[in-house]
């Protein structure tokens, strides 16, 4: 009997001892063969960095698997600030040594800083749980409030210096901004004028034109203590260009006493309309020709004719449009032509010589009175 005791501790020893080997060797083996998730704070990304509140904010988490096996049903949770943002989000399969991204929806309410926290986990066993979560903080910021400014120009073309008025309405929300400061200021020059919003959130603004040709910005600018928006209208101008495109006269040789016929042609080179459009032309000098031309249309032409005349010499003329320079012009320098000279020659084609006629007369009366005198003498002699 104690043959068969000691036959059976001797059996019971043996497997203790295979046990005590086999286990830890499956133990190690199952070990080798797990999954193991990771994630870092590096891991974790916001749609944007810096939200204002009330802004939905996408965040995304990558997790990893550093382990030799596939980590399967891979459960991801998501907090704010120690408090869970449901749902969980589930990864079918990471495999190894790999990653994937799940995203959350965050919807801001308050302003604040807050701590966002990724935990996840597999249906495989972790050698190493203390990497499998991860944190990162996001400061959501106050929502500024704007005033929303709408603005309309009428009319949007006008010509140079001509008045326009600016129409507009401001609203902060829906509610309208009343006794705000409305600045309306032509961009290109600084020119500004302002007013005030009525109750109903409302404003017009009149202003004189810009001077010269052009598109202008036109910039509208609302506030009301730390908050203001604002907006742009655009503004054409237009600008006529008075000048004088011909010059003609007939007959082109002249003689004294002849009847000079000049025909000028006057043109507006602009896009704007010129009023009142004033005429000259000189000779020698001496106005002869100052004549209001009416309006010009952008492109127009007119015919300036004016009759003289001639006297013997040379004489210069000269023809001038926008005279005393009231219009606003494209350009300045191109209302005057270039003097032009006209040559007038004498009856006889050159410098007459001495006049015989009232010498000859003189002698025809002298002879005549001599031989009237000398008939006389003898009809006398003869009556003796």
């Known amino acids: ?101 799940t995203t959350h929806q965050w919807p801001t309410t308050l302003p604040g800083t807050f701590t966002i926290k990724v935990s996840a986990k597999a249906d495989q066993s972790d050698p190493d749980s203390s990497n499998n979560q991860a944190e990162r903080t996001i400061t959501v910021g106050t929502v500024v409030p704007t005033i929303n400014v709408t603005a309309t120009i009428s009319p949007d073309t006008i010509e140079s210096k001509d008045p326009f008025t600016v129409n507009g309405t401001a609203l902060m ?13 032509v961009v290109q020059n600084g020119y500004a004028n302002q007013t005030k919003t009525k109750s109903d959130g409302s404003f017009e603004v009149v202003m004189a034109g810009p001077t010269g040709q052009g598109l202008y910005n036109i910039k509208v600018t609302v506030s009301q203590g730390a908050v203001s928006g604002s907006t742009q209208v655009n503004l054409t101008v237009l ?58 249309s952008n492109g127009q032409t007119k015919t300036v004719e004016y009759s003289w005349k001639s006297k013997k010499g040379s004489h210069s003329v000269i023809a001038t449009v926008d005279v005393n320079n009231t219009i606003e012009e494209i ?54």
Do not use: W
């Not at 309208?176 to 400061?181: E, L």
């Not at 006529?240 to 007959?251: A, H, L, R, S």
């Not at 002249?254 to 025909?263: A, H, L, N, R, Y």
């Not at 006057?266 to 000779?283: P, R, S």
């Open 1 to 101: 009997m104690s043959g068969n005791i000691m036959t059976k501790l001797t059996a019971l020893m043996a497997l203790v001892t295979f046990l005590g080997c086999v286990v830890p060797l499956e133990m190690v083996s199952a070990q080798g063969q797990s999954a193991d998730i990771n994630l870092t704070s590096a891991d974790i990304t916001f749609s944007k960095d810096h939200p204002s509140s009330g802004e939905i904010i996408t965040i995304t988490a990558k997790i990893h698997n550093r382990g030799p096996s596939a980590a399967t049903n891979v459960v991801v949770s998501f907090n704010v600030s120690n408090l869970p943002l449901p749902p969980t989000k589930t990864i079918a399969t990471i495999v190894p040594t790999g990653a994937q991204d």
């Open 331 to 384: 350009k300045e320098d191109n209302n005057v032509y270039p003097t032009q000279t006209v040559t007038v020659k004498a009856k006889s084609g050159g410098k007459p010589g001495p006049s015989f006629e009232a010498p000859l007369f003189v002698v025809a009366v002298i002879v005549v009175f001599l031989i009237m005198r000398n008939g006389r003498f003898k009809g006398r002699k003869q009556e003796r």
């Open 173 to 185: 929300g829906t509610t309208p901004v009343n006794g705000g400061d409305v600045k309306v200021e």
């Open 239 to 296: 600008q006529p260009d008075m000048t004088i495109t011909t010059f003609k006269y007939t007959p082109k040789d002249p003689i004294e006493g002849d009847v000079v016929k000049f025909t000028i042609g006057v043109q507006n080179l602009g896009n704007g309309t010129a009023k009142g459009v004033m005429f000259q032309l000189k000779i020698d000098d001496v106005v002869v020709l100052d004549k209001d031309e009416g309006d010009f």
